[in-house]
């Protein structure tokens, strides 16, 4: 829990001074973290985000504490809302109700396809597609943001949909979906690029991982800009973390990387770009 002289840091100061602010009045980290969602994180400590929550306790001298939270709806509300915890990584910038760091990825939703069936799917425009069993992420039924175009084009008939969160305490259930291209139960996927990227490194077979055309639709975009997210009013906070994003640049890009998050080249990291 926050001081009340945390609360008190000015607003309008450097970073460098708002994260001594920050450290001289806190000792512990807590971050809300699902505990089954590879390549972000887990109860093992194993996905990026684990990482990098690694690299900021310890960049701080702050213990750090997880509060597992499954990630599913209003998953900011109930946990960074509800006073749970403190920071959640991995937030888009946009998010308006949270305060969030500049980011330290940015991603895109992409295409996924075996290399041995050579479709060459460049745009979600495609005709072929009208002929092809298309798989998408579904959070309860809703299907992710490109099942909209999808929809407008009349294929929703071609949608196969697989649950991103899965039955309690399945293991990494994004991945039953890259699993159904590799078992050709579908001829394509069209999924969160750090999930694709992620887990088609580590399929049996060689799968392709494309971006997606276009990158949105009306004002739905397929790609996302991510940073750390603190609470509305936590600017001590929020600038402390954003030293560490900017200090640690090198190595968060090294983590991206290391996961297999595809980002295009104009797309790369910000980190490291605060005044």
Known sequence: MYSRSLRLCPAMISLALAAQCFAADQHVLRVCADPNNLPFSNERGEGLENELARIVSRDLAMELKYVWFSERKNFLKNSLGADLCDVVFGVPV????????????????????????ALKIES???????????????????YAPPGHLLAARGLASQIVGYSLHGAYGEVNPPARLIEAVQNNQ????????????????????RLVVEPVSPVRFQMIPFTYSIGVAVRKGDVALRAAIQSVLDKECRNIRSLVTKYAFPSAEEDASSCGTSP
């Open 124 to 142: 979600l425009y495609d005709p072929r597609l009208k002929d092809l069993r298309i798989g998408l992420h579904m959070v309860d039924n809703d």
């Open 94 to 117: 946009d998010v308006e109700k949270v305060l969030v760091t500049l980011p330290y990825y940015r991603s895109t939703y992409v295409v996924v396809t075996r290399a041995d069936r």
């Open 186 to 205: 579908v001829d394509l996927a069209i999924v969160w690029g750090p999930f694709a990227g992620y887990f088609a490194s580590k399929a049996p077979v």
